[in-house]
């Protein structure tokens, strides 16, 4: 059985539908438009991307913080409830 680690896949799914544009400049500015307000610049465009991931990051972290509605991204929704199951005295 293969282990899945549920915010990685996600982050890597919404970073598979990143946009990336080359500034006048040279520069690269990013965003996910699902991710409403990810965007992200660099002066590269792998910096844009390490950048953009990173922001992506701490995007999904303060929304399930502050309980903020996250966008369903390839199958993943992050915004059901836990399920905690009772656990047992050692």
């Not at 282990?3 to 080359?22: C, G, H, N, P, T």
Request: overall charge negative; glycine content about 8%.
């Amino acid at each position: 059985m293969a282990i899945r680690y549920i915010l990685s896949e996600y982050v890597d799914q919404a970073m598979a539908q990143a946009f990336y544009d080359k500034l006048e400049d040279g520069t690269f500015a990013g965003r996910i438009p699902s991710c409403k307000g990810v965007v992200a610049f660099g002066a590269t465009l792998r910096e844009c991307e390490d950048e953009l991931r990173s922001t992506l990051e701490d995007w999904i972290l303060v929304g399930l913080k502050l309980g903020h509605t996250l966008p369903v991204i390839g199958s993943i929704d992050l915004n059901k409830e836990p399920i905690r199951e009772p656990v047992d005295t050692v």
